[in-house]
T-cell receptor, first 116, second 111 residues
Framework: NAGVTQTPKFRILKIGQSMTLQCAQD?????MYWYRQDPGMGLKLIYY???????DKGEVPNGYNVSRSTTEDFPLRLELAAPSQTSVYFC???????????????FGPGTRLTVL | EDKVVQSPLSLVVHEGDTVTLNCSYE??????LLWYKQEKKAPTFLFML????IEKKSGRLSSILDKKELFSILNITATQTGDSAVYLC???????????FGKGTKLSVKP
């Protein structure tokens, strides 16, 4: 049981380049999330998904896109990278039942992205 | 605007001290409050609090929620150097489980 995995661990991009951050979970969680964490700050929600085929914007979605074609995978796409997207990106997942009972989120190890 | 405010932002103590970390919140459609520990990598889950006045304990750590006054505290007794970390408070907003995070409290425990 690997939990939440993310690749790559580190990446340097040039301004204007694009890339996809990968996230996968093997806990059969229905909810998945992408956060970014800037130095000295808490995490901010970028996008989330409540199940395969369903995604929605969080607090800071501009410059990013997501898709959720399977329960396990939730990739985050950066188009036209900008220096403001330099951050650590965390993927997380959780299970929520039909009654709306909410459980804690489990986090992946993070991807450190630098845009120069 | 929803917000979660943690205090202090940083704290330096010596081993054996007891510390109290504070988290206040103003969040619409509050569901629960979570505490995480972050040591230069992914946050790891400590507690989830949903009801007022019920203390959650795990070893030397404990936490309690006051939904009337909109705050929570995290206590760590007999601190150890391994407790050095950033402690994050997050509030679950709405049925989608979205977390609103505070900026964290950086705790440094000196030997």
């Amino acid at each position: 049981n690997a939990g939440v995995t993310q690749t790559p661990k580190f990446r340097i991009l040039k301004i204007g380049q694009s890339m996809t951050l990968q996230c996968a979970q093997d806990m059969n969680h229905n909810y998945m999330y992408w956060y970014r964490q800037d130095p000295g700050m808490g995490l901010k929600l970028i996008y989330y998904s409540v199940g395969a085929g369903i995604t929605d914007k969080g607090e800071v979605p501009n410059g990013y896109n997501v898709s959720r074609s399977t329960t396990e995978d939730f990739p985050l796409r950066l188009e036209l990278a900008a220096p403001s997207q330099t951050s650590v990106y965390f993927c997380a997942s959780s299970w929520a039942g039909l009654t709306g009972v909410y459980n804690e989120q489990f986090f992946g190890p993070g991807t450190r992205l630098t845009v120069l | 605007e929803d917000k979660v405010v943690q205090s202090p932002l940083s704290l330096v103590v010596h081993e054996g001290d007891t510390v109290t970390l504070n988290c206040s919140y103003e969040v619409t459609n509050f569901r629960s409050l979570l505490w995480y520990k972050q040591e230069k990598k992914a946050p790891t889950f400590l507690f989830m609090l949903t009801s007022s006045g019920i203390e959650k304990k795990s070893g030397r750590l404990s936490s309690i929620l006051d939904k009337k006054e909109l705050f929570s505290i995290l206590n760590i007794t007999a601190t150890q150097t391994g407790d050095s970390a950033v402690y994050l408070c997050a509030v679950v907003r709405g049925s989608q489980g979205n977390l609103i995070f505070g900026k964290g409290t950086k705790l440094s425990v000196k030997p």
